[in-house]
């Protein structure tokens, strides 16, 4: 599970013993605080309710609870109710059971008391930044905390380094926001001149870059990028209860929504998109599209060498678009022996089997170099806290910012226009290759798009000191779950 460091370094000399923060399942609170309604197995706490789960997740004088359990249910517990109540809660326990609202509470005990609770809210603030993003969950951390910290230097210097820490999370997440939103703007402004004039754009990615292993970099520090934003309470709340009366919206309708999640599908989407628009371009001849279209599969196959599998399968997913596929005389000067290997390791027949056999094979080259509902809430919790760990690899290759604009930035036509461009640049007369027909995508790749973010991070590279053997890190035990 996602580990804060303990406080235990810096409190240690006032008193708190952390001898018994994690306690087995079957070790208890004080004496009828928090039990009722809590049900184990083998000594596992498999059920409970709301109330009895609150209460599990606050620290007393000779309890603090497991991390595996914190995270689990801080995780889980927005399907039932808002985090912002759930603080509320948590505060209240802290203030009320704990008496600390009582002035003449004796010292030792908030002493004993402040680093197990300020513990657990170092935990949430640092695992899950994003609920305070709402000034409910930021007026309560903040009043809480300042209750802890009263009359100690101590406390006031870890509390005070928390919120920082937290709110630099929160001020680069919204610089991130505003970047996509330029980003976007930019993208949309060039498909509008490119509409207007279609000479006018003569870039195109061979001109900006030739050279397939560099734009392969490139698109893995865009992955890692996109995925490094994403917060794991979304894996949540994309699969949230809907109002029975509105489809469209959520019961929780002010629950932060899955914005960074669905910036990085619409990645996968602009990626393979933008393949498509560059081999499809009305400007080239059959020569030059050929040329694209091997330029791109030394791409994909150099994003297969790196480990970067989600970039891997929106070039094979761009090139066997419809527009592209049935370019039939342009693929007749192809060599396709490499896109044939990598097409066969997309192939989604047995479950996308041998993406996954590959994906296994790299994390072994990695390893070598370096009740049912509740039950469903551990496996769901498990594999978000994995993610949790993969988000936070560093791209070790450099960034080049014009390719990396290129790629965010270039213009990409819609369906339409992509069927429109491909007769005009391809058309040989027969009814079949004049028609673009757009099947549906399938709901097994619709869900693998969605959840590449947990096989995404694959995407490491070759580590060159140790005999190129690929750094991914990779979930896929994790997607044949979900899948």
Known sequence: MPQTPLLTGMLVSRGYNNKNLYQSPNQTKEEGYGNAGLCYRDNALVSGSLEALIHHLVPSMDYYPDMTYSFTFLLSSRLFIHPYELMSKVCHLCVEQQRLSDPQADKIRIRKLAPRILQLLQEWTETFPYDFRDERMMRSLKELTQRMASGDELYRKVVHQMIQVLIRKLTTLSQYEEALVKVNATATDRLTVLKAKPQAIQRDMLSVCNDPFTVAQQLTHIEL???????????????????????????????????????????????????????????????????????????????????????????ISGMNMSPVSRLKKTWSKVKTDKFDILELQMDPSGNFYNYRTAFRGATQRSRTANSTREKKFWEMAKQVSEFMVW????????????????????PVFSEDTLCLASYDSDADGSLSSQLCVWPPMTVMLMVLSVLSLLSALCLASYDSDADGSLCSLSPLSSVSGLL
């Not at 936070?392 to 965010?408: A, G, S």
Request: charge should be positive; aromatic fraction near 12%; hydrophobic fraction near 40%.
């Open 225 to 315: 990028e996109r995925l490094s934003y994403i917060g794991p309470e979304e894996f949540i709340q994309a699969f949230e209860k809907k109002d029975p009366l509105d489809n469209d919206k959520s019961c929780f309708s002010d629950h932060k929504k899955t914005s960074n999640l669905e910036a990085y599908v619409e990645w996968f989407n602009r990626l393979s998109f933008m393949v498509a628009t560059e081999i499809c371009m009305p400007v080239k001849k059959k020569k030059q599209r050929a040329r694209v279209m091997e330029f791109f599969i030394d791409v994909a196959r150099e994003c297969f060498n790196i480990g970067n599998f989600n970039s891997l399968m929106a070039i």
């Open 391 to 410: 988000k936070k690899v560093e791209c070790p290759f450099e960034k080049d910012r014009k390719i990396l604009q290129y790629l965010l930035t270039a």
